[in-house]
Structure formats: structure tokens, C-alpha cells
């Protein structure tokens, strides 16, 4: 049994985007297929993915009879390859979350290789890592036959090489994290060779590192102000003001979050003295709820997201009635109302 590219659609608009396939019949997926969530194939007749597969979210292929990826397939978020007869990986993969390989016979990494999260190599058959590897999560080499670090490994997270033959560190290995040398006969001079991260430190076209995290870059440049550093995974870009870095989808996005952080630093007390019918413009709601209310981005994005329309500006009572039922909305009520 297959779908057309028309029923799956329709299937991703009733799972807020994401494709679950897990232990269906289908045996194939049309071309030219977009997933804007996460797309699971685990127990499925799938053999082989479409060309110019797009998966947004993360893409779960465990225990499938998928033996090949296509090229330059990007994932969004993560990639779980555990227990697939997948043998190699393509050039030029882009995985946003983790890269899990355990129990492949995947025997080499690709050179261009992109993970933006963890990488996960405990017991696989793969002896050498590529040059200039860059892992924006932590890099599990447990229980490998890798024998040498290639010059230049940054790993954003911590670094396990323990139960492999490594003996002496690369020149320039850069582990933001800890590093686990249980049974290592590494000596101390060796180990004075890892260096860490510093806030704002980047290596041009290549990584930025900023709030505690490694960030693959494609390019920066200037808009107005700010500097825009351009993710070499979707979704995954920095702007920076000057003082705060802001993780984000786009520029606009990216600036509200800078604003956010600046206001936060003043605390809620800024807001005392509003009333229920003091007017704020769209932006400054979306801040001050999340100040007053401890609202996370996502969450609220994830609200924002669903409104069916929206204005330039709202009183402090409209948001009141806006938000009830959501998390923080007590709270936010509770601020103004028991000044009044």
C-alpha cells in the first residue's frame, strides 16, 4: 500500500507536519517529498528514499531495510540510522539534531560532514574521522577502532574515547565539555593540548560558539546594527547586537529574541506600572509575557503560531483575555490585577 504526495499532505496537516509511518505497509515515498516535522519509517517495506526528500524534523530509519541515503539530504533535526544495512553515508549530509549510528557497517564518515547536535559512534566499525570534523554536540567514540584524532576536531560537547586505542591528542582539538580518558595512557602534556571555548570565539565560514553552544556557520553578514551569522543548517542562524547573541529561524525572529534578553535583564518591575489599559505594541506583549510569566520561546512561539490573526498593538487586559488557559496566564493576570 502507497500514498500519493497529495495524501501525505494531508496526513502532515493533521500532525502539525510531522509524516508517522512506523509499521505500515508503504514501500515507497513519492519524489520531491517535504516533511516539515519528523518522518518515521521504522517498521515499514521502505527500501530506498526519494530524491530531494526534505525532512524538517528529525528522520527515524531504526531497524528499516533502507541500505542507501540520497545526497545532500538534510535533516532538520536528528537522524537515527540504529540497526539499518545502511553502508555509507553521502557527501555533503546535514543533520540539525543528533547522528546516531550504532549498529550500522557504516566503516567512514563523509568529508563535509554537518552534525549540529551528538554524534554517535559507540561500537561501529568506523576507523578514522574526517578532517577538520566540527560536532556542535558531544562525540561518543566508545568501544570504536579508531586509533587518532584527525588535527583540528572541535566537538561542542564532551568527547568519550573511552575503550578505543587513542593514545596522543591532535594538535588544535577543541572540546567544549568534558573529556573522558578513563584508561587512557594519555600523558598529562598530551591532554594540556585541549583547548576550550570562549564566548563569541568563531572560526570564519566554519563555527561560531556563543550561550554554550557550537553553531555550524555558512556566512555572516551586516543588516543595519546587527551581525548575522547564517546557519549551515535551516533554521539555525545567530544575530548578534553587540552585547547579546540571539539563536533563531530569521532576522526578525532573531531580533525580538535579542530584545527579550535586554528587557529581562530589568526584571518584571518594569512593568509595574502599567494598567489593564495600557497599550503595547505586538512585540512588547510577546516580551513582557514572558518576563512576567517565565514562558519559554518555544512555547510561546508554539501559541503565537496558532493565533488566526493578530494586530499591531493589544492592551494589557486584551492579552489577559488572550492568553487564559495558557501556561503563565494566571500569572500574568494576577500582575496587574492585584495593583488594581
Known sequence: MNYTKQQLEKMMEENGGSLDLRDTQITALPDNLTVGGSLALSGTQITALPDNLTVGGSLYLRGTQITALPNNLTVGGSLDLRDTQITALPDNLTVGGWLDLRGTQITALPNNLTVGGSLDLIGTQITALPDNLTVGGS????????????????????????????????????????????????????????????????????????????????????????????????????????????????????????????????????????????????????????????ACQAGTQHFLNGLKETKEKYTVAEIIELTKGQYGSATFKNFFEKKD
Not at 231 to 241: A, L, S, T
Request: aromatic share 8%; with cysteine.
Open 139 to 294: 562525540l561518543d567514540l566508545r568501544d570504536t577502532q579508531i586509533t587518532a584524532l584527525p588535527d583540528n576536531l572541535t566537538v561542542g560537547g564532551w568527547l568519550d574515547l573511552s575503550g578505543t586505542q587513542i593514545t596522543a591528542l591532535p594538535n588544535n582539538l577543541t572540546v567544549g565539555g568534558s573529556l573522558d580518558l578513563r584508561d587512557k595512557q594519555i600523558k598529562i602534556k598530551e591532554r594540556a593540548k585541549v583547548k576550550g571555548f570562549f564566548e563569541g570565539e568563531e572560526r570564519p565560514n566554519a563555527w561560531l560558539y556563543c550561550d554554550d553552544m557550537l553553531v555550524h556557520i555558512k556566512r555572516k553578514k551586516k543588516v543595519g546594527k546587527y551581525t548575522y551569522y547564517v546557519g549551515k543548517i535551516p533554521n539555525m542562524n545567530v544575530i548578534y547586537d553587540g552585547e547579546h547573541y540571539a539563536h533563531c529561524k530569521d532576522i526578525k525572529s532573531g531580533v525580538l529574541d535579542l530584545e527579550f534578553k535586554k528587557a529581562k535583564g530589568r526584571g518584571a518591575d518594569q512593568y509595574k506600572n502599567l494598567t489593564l489599559e495600557s497599550v503595547l505594541t505586538y512585540d512588547e506583549a510577546v516580551i513582557a509575557y514572558r518576563i512576567i510569566t517565565g
